[in-house]
T-cell receptor, first 111, second 116 residues
Framework: KNQVEQSPQSLIILEGKNCTLQCNYTVSPFSNLRWYKQDTGRGPVSLTIMTFSENTKSNGRYTATLDADTKQSSLHITASQLSDSASYICVVSPGFQKLVFGTGTRLLVSP | GAVVSQHPSRVICKSGTSVKIECRSLDFQATTMFWYRQFPKQSLMLMATSNEGSKATYEQGVEKDKFLINHASLTLSTLTVTSAHPEDSSFYIC????????????FGEGSRLTVL
């Protein structure tokens, strides 16, 4: 069964600190892996999209890694800001416009 | 990045009435649009995929007669919740793409439906 699991479910960090969110998947075949940021009551916003051949991809203070062999991905946030408080969703696509959504990690950045 | 607009952002209706939610791609032609619903503290659940000019493909367990989807143009898709009931209260989100898989997806802001 295609599944995407994220950890931790929730996380609280102090402003300015770094953090890493994890994503493990069992989706097959694999087309790409995406990370989205979703503010409460808003639609998701794309952070990165990674294909099989990409190991790391950055978008500002966000850096995503992908290990297609172990089917793991991580999202590293550097120098966190209050505005980083949101849910972060890992999404894996097996192709054909299908997406398998993770349940998300709820991040709270505290002043 | 591309912009997808949803309207209304919030709607409250009485049980038994129908509600229409619009999803527009403002600066690109969306060949495919997706509709999701999201319950509190849960992830998005795909309801249906719609391609312009053809019937929507619904996910298993989604009632097509209850959730009517129309994708009449390359910039507009609508979701109509017919005979709404309190259990239909949810956050409905659309996304759109102009690319074949794999492709960039752009999400709308979401519509919060509350059925009294």
């Amino acid at each position: 069964k295609n599944q995407v699991e994220q950890s931790p479910q929730s996380l609280i960090i102090l402003e300015g600190k770094n953090c890493t969110l994890q994503c493990n998947y069992t989706v097959s075949p694999f087309s790409n892996l995406r990370w989205y940021k979703q503010d409460t009551g808003r639609g998701p916003v794309s952070l990165t999209i990674m294909t099989f051949s990409e190991n790391t991809k950055s978008n500002g203070r966000y850096t995503a890694t992908l290990d297609a062999d172990t089917k793991q991905s991580s999202l590293h946030i550097t120098a966190s800001q209050l505005s980083d408080s949101a849910s972060y969703i890992c999404v894996v696509s097996p192709g054909f416009q299908k997406l398998v959504f993770g349940t998300g990690t709820r991040l709270l950045v505290s002043p | 990045g591309a912009v997808v607009s949803q309207h209304p952002s919030r709607v409250i209706c009485k049980s038994g009435t129908s509600v229409k939610i619009e999803c527009r791609s403002l600066d690109f032609q969306a060949t495919t649009m997706f509709w999701y619903r999201q319950f509190p503290k849960q992830s998005l659940m795909l309801m249906a995929t719609s391609n312009e000019g053809s019937k929507a493909t619904y996910e298993q367990g989604v009632e097509k007669d209850k959730f009517l989807i129309n994708h009449a143009s390359l910039t507009l898709s609508t979701l109509t919740v017919t005979s709404a009931h309190p259990e239909d209260s949810s956050f409905y989100i659309c996304s759109a793409t102009d690319q074949p898989s794999p492709g960039e997806l752009f999400f709308g802001e979401g519509s919060r439906l509350t059925v009294l």
